[in-house]
């Protein structure tokens, strides 16, 4: 059980950093007016495990903020995530 948890420990870093580095990189290209990550890519960022670094990644570029669904669908993400983690530490212990 060890394993796994260190397995999801990297994992949710790794997705996280992933989802924070995707909104900057849009908001940068944003800016340039270039090729753009769909925002269905941004989403599934933070329902895949970018719970964290999706919103932060919001926050800090000020990227995504107005949208209707980031507004609604992120923060849905970053509850099932809490939820989803309660239940293994909870399962596991």
Known sequence: M???IRVLIIY???INVVAFTAY???KRKAMRNQWRIPEFTL???AFIGGFAGAPLGMLMF???T???KFRL???VAVILHIILIIFIVVTVH
Request: cysteine-free.
């Open 43 to 45: 989403i599934t960022l």
């Open 2 to 4: 060890e394993f796994l």
């Open 73 to 75: 669908l992120i923060p």
């Open 12 to 14: 949710y870093l790794l």
């Open 66 to 68: 107005r949208k209707l």
């Open 62 to 64: 000020h990227h995504k």
């Open 24 to 26: 900057g990189i849009d």
